[in-house]
């Protein structure tokens, strides 16, 4: 059977899609990875797979060219007659979706990886596009499968009416391979408070560094990292001045984006998400779960389904920099506790989230989709 996996990004098929795409191939599968171009796309290639770029901008809006983006995506699978076509994210949901019904495609499984700014954001821009993009939703997801990483995203699209003909399910993230996160024999160090993520506003940035700046004012040699880099073309991106002002406090250390993530995780004492809205299922929660570190996060959607409060970690109201403070001065002066919510944590990814769990359901959503069942 030959798949495609389209997605809006390289970056994402290489680190969230290429466990999916080892056990296709395995199977005997035919796989073809599309995604705009990146730094990432000939490292698919040097793995042994098909990786074919296409221009998809993330933030194009001329009606033109969007329409001509569709029509080149509809073209490539009426030469390439894949048997399914899986689509990440919005836009790939909603061109990959309309290309994929004009390429006479029967097989189409959609996972909406996280709401996104339109339908999450109070902003007056946000609710102005809001009634397009569900419109557009409602289009692409009629008679498809849909992929929801957690519950409560499923919930919010049903109020809004857009999947009264589709086949739904919800798998918890897109796995995560527990041999390689996986602990490290602990050695005495520095405490350190990890956060892996875009730095965006909707990301509780700010939350993060005032609960370090409370943090040190009573344990001054805990050191707090955060992992990530602003996404200028996203809306919630920081800016360069409330950067400047961040790393002056010197309460937080601003690594950038960073590729040794194993190791980061490996040597945290607790990792956070602090995020104000929504999630899918956040992996950097995941990774610092595999790894046994206990996790602090915010009550919200996808956060809530990783952690299972006061037993893997903590869950704390989200822009309340001052209980995120609490709850993370709670295990910093527990070293037991820690020690306990993190083996607790391990054992809830390995359970629910591993690339195993995660992979045999997606095979049972192709399978209803119009492929065959695993082998």
């Known amino acids: 059977m030959k798949i495609v996996l389209f997605a809006n990004t390289d970056w994402f098929l290489y680190n969230f899609k290429l466990s999916l795409a080892k056990a296709l191939r395995a199977r005997g599968d035919e796989v073809l990875l599309l995604s705009p171009p990146g730094d990432y796309g000939p490292r698919l290639r040097d793995l042994g797979f098909r990786w074919e770029p296409l221009p998809v901008s993330r933030s194009g809006v001329n009606p033109l060219a969007e329409l001509a983006v569709i029509r080149r995506i509809a073209r490539l699978y009426r030469e390439e ?26 097989g189409i499984v959609n996972s909406v990886t996280g709401l996104g700014f339109a339908l999450l954001a109070d902003a007056l821009k946000a609710r102005l596009i809001r009634p397009v993009v569900l419109g557009l939703y409602r289009l692409a997801l009629r008679g498809t499968q849909v992929v929801f990483q ?21 798998i918890a993230g897109d796995g995560i391979d527990t041999a390689h996160f996986a602990p490290a024999p602990r050695v005495p160090q520095q405490a350190t408070v990890l956060m892996m993520a875009r730095l965006l506003h909707s990301k509780g940035i700010a939350d993060f560094v005032a609960a370090a700046q409370r943090v040190r004012q009573v344990r001054p040699d805990v050191r707090f990292l955060l992992a990530g880099a602003p996404d200028p073309g996203n809306p919630e991106s920081v800016t360069e001045a409330e950067l400047t002002s961040w790393r002056a406090s010197a309460a937080v250390e601003f690594l950038g984006q960073r590729s040794d993530v194993l190791a980061l995780n490996q040597s945290a004492s607790i990792v956070v998400l602090a995020s104000t809205q929504g999630e899918g299922i956040p992996r950097a929660l995941l990774e610092g779960a595999a790894c046994g570190v206990p996790m602090v996060a915010t009550d919200v959607p996808g956060c809530r389904d990783v952690v299972v409060d006061d037993e893997t970690g903590y869950l704390v109201p989200p822009s309340e ?8 001065l709670d295990l910093l002066q527990d070293e037991a506790k820690r020690r306990r919510m993190g083996e607790a944590a391990r054992r809830h990814v390995e359970a629910n989230f591993s690339d195993q769990v995660v992979i045999a359901q997606t095979l049972a959503v192709y399978a209803r989709a119009g492929g065959r069942a695993s082998a």
Do not use: M, W
């Open 321 to 328: 920099g001052e209980r995120l403070a609490e709850a993370l």
């Open 150 to 170: 957690n519950r409560d995203n499923r919930d919010t699209l049903a109020s809004y009416g857009v999947l009264a003909n589709s086949g739904v399910q919800v």
């Open 81 to 106: 007659k894949p048997d399914l076509v899986h689509h990440f994210t919005i836009k790939c949901v909603i061109y990959g979706s309309f290309a994929a019904r004009q390429a006479g495609i029967a």
